[in-house]
């Protein structure tokens, strides 16, 4: 694996309860929009790679009803411990990373969903012939992530802050999310044994009321890899040295608007 890949020693029992919140209107959005594209159906074995603290898993397992199963696997002990309290007896969840799905039986499910996770991945190719793997034949992948942000108050001003004093001495990897691009998910899918896939590539804005309900969506997104490599001594400094930064570019009601790029991939196993 890529020596980028994110850091999975940040996360904190605040972030992951953050998480829980701020992705209730958020990333669980998107995660109900591809359950809908991916046509998930009663009596379907799910698989959520990156469930997080497993509210899309939950909104499927309604779905798939009592003929069908979900399983949600995720790195972060704290989101799977959070999951857990939804388990129910076509829910289950475990510690697990899409870099080894070794437990999992080859052909064991109809659908694997990823919503907000593959961005998150340095390296694609070996989870996506995983997928293709734990999928039967027939079985569809559908992939729900950021694309390419063009313009992103965030980015900038967590930049600016950071490579200024004190912050620049303690290293970040510049990029923490490795997104894709049409084609190249659309070779991913093929090289791994599915058809053509389906993509749909879509500009989306988000507003957050202040720059500090701004941070608290990121670092809770991030699982803390967003100032998780400063001490914690110097965390607050850099919260208020972003908010600050965040502020010049707020709109007149104090509110910081970000542009993103969504890219929503389903494709069927060969
Ligand atoms: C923004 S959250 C999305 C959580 C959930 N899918 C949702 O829709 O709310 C990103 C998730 O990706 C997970 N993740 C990051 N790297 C991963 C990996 N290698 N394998 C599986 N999950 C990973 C993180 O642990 C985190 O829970």
Request: aromatic share 6%.
């Amino acid at each position: 694996m890529a020596s980028t890949a994110p850091s999975m020693t940040q996360d904190s029992d605040a972030l992951a309860r953050d998480y829980e919140q701020v992705s209730a209107d958020r990333q669980f959005a998107s995660g109900q929009r591809l359950a809908k594209a991916l046509a998930i159906t009663t009596g379907e074995r799910v698989l959520d790679v990156g469930c997080g603290t497993g509210l899309l898993a939950a909104h499927i397992a309604g779905i798939v009803g009592s003929a069908g199963r979900v399983l949600g696997v995720d790195p972060l002990p704290l989101r799977i411990e959070l999951a857990q309290q939804k388990a129910r007896a076509n829910l289950s969840f475990a510690v697990g990373n899409a870099y080894d799905l070794s437990s999992i039986e080859s052909g064991s499910f109809d659908v694997v969903c990823l919503n907000a996770v593959f961005h998150w991945l340095p390296e694609k190719a070996g989870p996506m012939r995983e997928f293709a793997r734990v999928l039967r034949a027939g079985g569809r992948l559908g992939i729900s992530g950021a694309g390419r942000d063009g313009q992103s108050p965030m980015r900038t001003a967590v930049a600016k802050v950071l490579t200024a004093p004190p912050f620049n001495q303690y290293h970040r990897p510049d990029a923490l999310t490795h997104p894709v691009e049409e084609p190249e998910m659309r070779q991913l899918y093929i090289d791994a044994g599915f058809d053509a896939p389906r993509i749909d590539v879509h500009d989306f804005t988000q507003n957050f009321a202040s720059p500090a309900a701004a941070i608290r969506y990121s670092e809770a997104s991030s699982f803390g890899n967003l100032l998780g490599h400063l001490p914690e001594a110097l965390r607050p400094a850099a919260r208020e040295a972003i908010a600050a930064e965040l502020a010049r570019v707020a709109e007149p009601d104090g509110s910081i608007t970000r542009y993103g790029r969504r890219i929503i991939a389903i494709g069927v196993r060969r």
